[in-house]
C-alpha cells in the first residue's frame, strides 16, 4: 500500500527540527493525521541506526493493513483511543500538539510513558500503550528489514561453529 | 461407487495411513474413510515456503476467533495458535468435547486427511522390555499382553520405511532401531551430555530420535521423499516430504498399489454389527457437508480415529448384543483414560568457555530417557518420567516488547548473544486408573448428530509426588551438567494438571488377555468381534514415558499383518 507523505502542513521553520512524517492522505483504517502519529510512535520507538528502523519495516502501515484484516472491534477501539489520548496528553503536559514538538521533545514525552506503562498495571491508557508497542515490535522484527540473515532453508543443522564459521555459512546462504 | 470393501480403516492419520498401507500393499481393496476435508501434499495448505514476514497476519490468527470462543483449546497450547498451522487444527467450538470444571482435558485434534500426522512431534522412541512389563509387575491397570519381543520386528519394519534420524545410544530403557544418521547434539547440548556421563551409569542426554529423514532410501526417494534441510517448518506440512507423515509416506505408498479409496468429509458414526453373525458389518458415516447418511461394507474393520475419537465411534455403536457400546461385554471400553503429563520446566545458563554458536533449525531436541522404571530407594511412587530438553542455540537478547525499553539504546541490543540455555520439560507416566473414564454426553451432541465426547481424567497422588522427584531429579541433573542460574517450576498439588496437553492421549479400548477386563486381544483384535480392530493410541493399556507414535504404527503394522493372514484364510 502507498501512502502520499508530505510535510506541507508543517510549518517550513519546524521543518528541519521536527524530523515528522506527515501523512496527507487516510489510510486503510487510521485517518492521516492517527496514521501521522502512529508511524511516529514507531519510528520512536525502533529508531533507524545501522540497522532498520520502524520506518524501513513500515510497521505502522501493517499495523494499519492489520486493524482490517487482524483486529478485533475491541482492538480497534483500543488502538483509535489510545492515538487520541497520547495526542491529548501531550497537549496537558507540554502544552503543545504532539506534532509540532520537536523530536527530542517527543522522544522524552515517550519515555515517560514507556515507564510507566511497566509500573501502572490499571490505566486504560498505559495498558493500549503496551499493547500498541508489543504490535511494533512484533510487526518490526518479523519483517524482512529486521531479518537480514533469514534464511529460509539452511539446508542442514550444525551446532558447534565458531563465529567466522558462523559469518561464512550466513555469507554463502547454506550450509 | 462400490460400497463394498476388503477392509475399512477409519481414520487417516498416523495408523490409519499405516493400516491402509500395509492392507493395500497385501492386495486388499481398502477403504479409508476420513471425517475431514482432503489435504493435498505439496497443496496450498501448506505453507512451509512462507518467510515470517509472509505469513498471514504475520503469524497472528484473527482476533474475532478468540473472542467468538473458537479454537478454546489450541489457544491454550499457545505456540501452535498460528496461522501457519491453524488449518491443520480442528475447532473445538465446531467439534466440542466436555469434561469436568475442575479437570480441564485438553484435546487437540486434526480433522483432515492426514490428521495429526502433518503436525506430529516426530520423536520417534522404541518402548523397552520393562515398559511392556510395568503393569503387570506393579498390579496398575490391565497387563499388556504383548512384550516388547513380540513389536521388535514391527518397530524395525516401520522405521525403516519412515526414516528415522536417531544415534544407536546402546540404552535397554531405550532400544536401538533401524536408524538413518542422527541430528547433531549442540555444543552447549554435548557439554551437558558428557557431564552427566561423568556423574550417572542411569542418566542419559541423547540427541532425540526424529523421523525427520537425514539419508533417504532408495524406497523413499521413489516415493518423492527427501532428504530433511532444518527449516523446522514441519508442523506447516513439509513440500520435501521430508519429515514422515501420511500424506508423504503412507498414502502414496498405498495409492501405488491400485486398491486404496479414500473418502473423505465423511465422519463415521458407527460401527455397524449383525447381532445373528456377531460380526462388525461395515460403518455407517455422516457426510460432513450435507448431513446425508451411508454405509460402507468390509470384512474387517480397523478403528485408527485417535483414540478418544476412536472411543467415541465405539460408545455410539449400539446394538441389542452391545447396548453400552460395540466390543463393550468387558464394560472397560472408555475406561483406563491416560496422558503424559508435565509438571516441572526447568531451565539454567550452560557454563562452557568457548565462543561457539549453532547454525540451522533442526527439527528435534535432545531426550533424558526414563531412568526410573524401579523403584528406586529415594522414589515414593511407581513408574517414572523422562524428560524432553533443549539448547538447540544460544540465546539473544530479545526485542523489548513487553518489558520498559524504547530509542536507540534498547534496540542496540537486540540480537547480541546471550548463554546457551538449556530447557528440560518432564514427561510423565500416568498410572492406568480405570476411572479416568470417556463416555458419550447424555444430552449435547455436535453439528452433525453426534452425542459428544465427556472426558472426565485427572492425574493423582502418585503422578502429583512424581512432579517432586523430578524437580529434585532436573535441578541435580543441571547442576551436575554444568549449569547455572537454574530455575525449576513444578506445578503445585493445589493447581490442576491438565491431561491432554502433550498430546498423547491412549487408552479407552485397552489391549489384555482377559476378555472380561479388556476390550482387545494381543493382535489388537475386539475380544467380542472377531473382526474389529483398534490400533490408534486406544488400544495402549500404559504410557510409558516414551513419545507413543511409533508404538502405535508397530502395532498397526502387526496387526494388519495378522488382520491379513486370517483374510486369506476366509476366516474374516
Known amino acids: ?175 | 461407487m462400490n460400497n463394498e470393501f476388503d477392509v475399512i480403516v477409519v481414520g487417516s492419520g498416523i495408523t490409519g495411513g499405516w493400516a491402509a498401507k500395509e492392507f493395500c500393499e497385501k492386495g486388499f481393496k481398502t477403504l479409508v474413510v476420513e471425517r475431514g476435508r482432503n489435504v493435498k501434499h505439496r497443496g496450498p495448505e501448506y505453507k512451509d515456503f512462507e518467510a515470517p514476514w509472509e505469513l498471514q497476519n504475520r503469524g497472528m490468527p484473527a482476533e474475532e476467533l478468540a473472542e467468538n470462543g473458537h479454537y478454546t483449546t489450541l489457544r491454550q497450547k499457545g505456540h501452535l495458535y498460528r496461522t501457519d498451522a491453524l488449518q491443520f487444527f480442528a475447532d473445538d467450538k465446531q467439534s466440542p468435547y466436555s469434561f469436568p470444571k475442575d479437570k480441564p482435558f485438553m484435546w487437540v485434534r486434526g480433522h483432515q486427511l492426514g490428521g495429526r500426522s502433518l503436525t506430529w512431534g516426530r520423536q520417534v522412541l522404541r518402548w523397552s522390555k520393562k515398559d511392556f512389563q510395568a503393569n503387570a509387575n506393579d498390579g496398575h491397570g490391565i497387563p499388556w499382553p504383548i512384550s516388547y519381543d513380540d513389536l521388535a520386528p514391527w518397530y524395525s519394519h516401520v522405521e525403516k520405511f519412515i526414516g528415522v534420524a536417531a544415534n544407536k545410544d546402546g540404552l535397554e530403557t531405550l532400544p536401538d532401531g533401524e536408524f538413518q544418521p542422527p541430528w547433531e547434539m549442540s555444543y552447549a547440548e554435548r557439554f551437558i551430555s558428557d557431564n552427566l556421563a561423568k556423574r550417572y551409569k542411569d542418566r542419559h542426554l541423547i540427541i532425540g530420535r526424529s523421523a525427520n529423514i537425514t539419508q533417504p532410501t532408495e524406497e523413499q526417494l521413489k516415493l518423492g521423499r527427501g532428504k530433511c534441510l532444518a527449516r523446522s517448518y514441519c508442523r506447516r506440512g513439509c513440500s520435501f516430504g521430508a519429515y514422515f507423515s501420511t500424506q508423504s509416506a503412507t498414502l502414496p505408498a498405498a495409492q501405488k498399489t491400485g486398491n486404496l479409496t479414500v473418502v473423505t468429509d465423511a465422519i463415521v458414526e458407527r460401527v455397524d454389527y449383525d447381532d445373528k453373525t456377531r460380526r462388525a458389518t461395515g460403518v455407517s458415516v455422516i457426510d460432513a457437508k450435507t448431513l446425508e447418511k451411508r454405509q460402507y461394507k468390509g470384512r474387517a474393520i480397523f478403528m485408527c480415529a485417535s483414540a478418544l475419537g476412536t472411543v467415541q465411534i465405539l460408545l455410539n455403536s449400539k446394538s441389542a448384543t452391545f447396548p453400552n457400546g460395540i466390543a463393550n461385554s468387558s464394560g472397560a471400553l472408555g475406561h483406563y483414560i491416560m496422558s503424559h503429563f508435565t509438571g516441572v520446566v526447568a531451565s539454567g545458563d550452560v557454563q562452557v568457555e568457548e565462543d561457539k554458536f549453532a547454525f540451522g533449525r533442526r527439527p528435534i531436541a535432545t531426550y533424558i530417557p526414563n531412568y526410573r522404571h524401579d523403584k528406586l530407594m529415594d522414589a515414593d511412587f511407581v513408574r517414572g518420567f523422562g524428560f524432553q530438553t533443549t539448547a538447540q542455540h544460544r540465546s539473544s537478547v530479545s526485542p523489548p516488547a513487553k518489558r520498559p525499553g524504547i530509542g536507540i539504546e534498547g534496540k542496540e541490543k537486540v540480537g547480541q548473544s546471550g548463554p546457551w540455555k538449556f530447557r528440560a520439560f518432564m514427561y510423565g507416566e500416568i498410572l492406568p486408573y480405570f476411572d479416568n473414564m470417556a463416555t458419550l454426553h447424555p444430552t449435547q451432541k455436535d453439528k452433525w448428530g453426534m452425542p459428544i465426547l465427556h472426558i472426565d481424567a485427572e492425574v493423582k497422588e502418585n503422578e502429583r509426588k512424581m512432579v517432586k522427584q523430578a524437580a529434585k531429579d532436573i535441578e541435580e541433573m543441571l547442576i551436575a551438567g554444568g549449569c547455572s542460574n537454574i530455575v525449576v517450576n513444578a506445578v503445585p498439588d493445589s493447581k490442576h494438571i491438565p491431561l491432554g496437553k502433550q498430546i498423547h492421549e491412549m487408552g479407552g479400548a485397552c489391549m489384555g488377555s482377559d476378555p472380561n477386563t479388556s476390550v482387545l486381544n494381543e493382535w489388537n483384535q475386539a475380544h467380542d468381534v472377531a473382526n474389529l480392530f483398534v490400533t490408534d493410541g486406544a488400544c495402549m493399556s500404559s504410557t510409558a514415558t516414551q513419545n507413543p507414535s511409533l508404538t502405535y504404527m508397530a502395532i498397526t503394522a502387526r496387526a494388519a499383518n495378522y488382520a491379513a493372514n486370517l483374510l486369506k484364510k476366509g476366516l474374516m
Not at chain 1, 25 to 31: E, K, P, Q
Not at chain 1, 35 to 62: E, F, N, V
Not at chain 1, 109 to 126: C, G
Open chain 1, 1 to 175: 500500500m502507498l501512502y502520499v507523505v508530505s510535510t506541507a502542513v508543517i510549518p517550513f521553520e519546524l521543518k528541519s527540527s521536527l524530523k515528522l512524517t506527515v501523512f496527507k492522505s487516510d489510510a486503510s483504517f487510521f485517518n492521516a493525521e492517527q496514521m501521522t502519529l502512529a508511524h511516529d510512535i514507531a519510528d520512536i520507538m525502533i529508531p533507524k541506526t545501522h540497522t532498520p528502523g520502524a520506518s524501513d519495516s513500515h510497521a505502522a502501515q501493517i499495523l494499519d493493513e492489520l486493524m482490517v484484516s487482524w483486529a478485533s472491534l475491541n482492538t480497534q477501539q483500543q488502538m483509535l483511543s489510545f492515538l487520541s489520548e497520547f495526542k491529548d496528553r501531550a497537549r496537558d503536559l507540554h502544552n503543545n500538539d504532539y506534532l509540532l514538538m520537536t523530536r527530542e521533545r517527543r522522544l522524552a514525552y515517550l519515555v515517560e510513558i514507556d515507564q510507566n506503562a511497566f509500573e501502572d498495571t490499571t490505566s486504560p491508557f498505559l495498558i493500549a500503550y503496551k499493547r500498541f508497542k508489543e504490535l511494533i515490535f512484533h510487526l518490526h522484527y518479523t519483517s524482512k528489514e529486521a531479518n537480514p540473515e533469514f534464511i529460509l532453508v539452511p539446508g542442514g543443522y550444525k551446532g558447534d561453529v565458531t563465529e567466522d564459521e558462523l559469518q561464512a555459512i550466513y555469507k554463502r546462504q547454506y550450509l
